[in-house]
């Protein structure tokens, strides 16, 4: 009976890798960090998808500029500005 209701707090796979994804944009509150945790200690899959979106966040840390746009010539800026004013007003 108590591992019933256990495996009732326990979040599923989907909800953890929603977590994962969700902790390195914003802080997950008390209770979604807690199932979270626990969650990644007992199960393995998880734990290795956890590992792999964090390498994956590193390296694209390491490999794009702080400011893109710096890397840009003033004609290759405002072809993009005129672009996305463009699209803009067709989806209005």
Known sequence: MAREAFMNLMLGCRQIARNVSRAHDADLTGWARMATRLH???????????????ALRRRIGETVPADPEQHLSTDARQRVCKAADDEGGRSS
């Open 40 to 54: 990644l200690f007992l199960c393995p899959p998880c734990r290795a998808y956890a590992r792999d979106i964090a």
